[in-house]
């Protein structure tokens, strides 16, 4: 079965820090240009970063550049979303993407089903 699993969402206290990860089965993760987006409350779905196959190009919203970073581990599966300097508005669900193209959303896309990141004093 394919499926994509984020986990270490929670809550955190302003300028705290949370790693995000998700976890690929069911296809080799190497094959797939990797991003994250985000979902706020009544806003809608945001790109947050994006990583190539190889983990050696990488991108970043404007709004997490320099507080986030994006990571994979291809011999695990995995990819990850260091955050660090955490602000109120990056409280959102955070979801994990894994896609041919590394720019551009496709229907064959996989998605994850989201981990809640939630930050507040």
């Known amino acids: 079965q394919v499926q994509l699993v984020e986990s270490g969402g929670g809550l955190v206290q302003p300028g705290g820090s949370l790693r995000l990860s998700c976890a690929a089965s069911g296809f080799t993760l190497n094959n797939y240009a990797m991003k994250w987006y985000r979902q706020a409350p009544g806003k809608e779905c945001e790109y947050v970063a994006r990583?190539?196959?190889?983990?050696?190009?990488?991108n970043y919203a404007d709004s997490v550049k320099g507080r986030f970073t994006i990571s994979r581990d291809n011999a695990k599966n995995t990819m990850y979303l260091q955050m660090s300097s955490l602000k109120f508005d990056d409280t959102a669900v955070y979801y994990c993407n894994a896609g041919r193209s590394l720019v551009i959303l496709q229907v064959s896309d996989y998605w994850g089903q989201g981990t809640q990141v939630t930050v507040s004093a």
């Open positions: 990583i190539s196959r190889a983990g050696d190009s990488t």
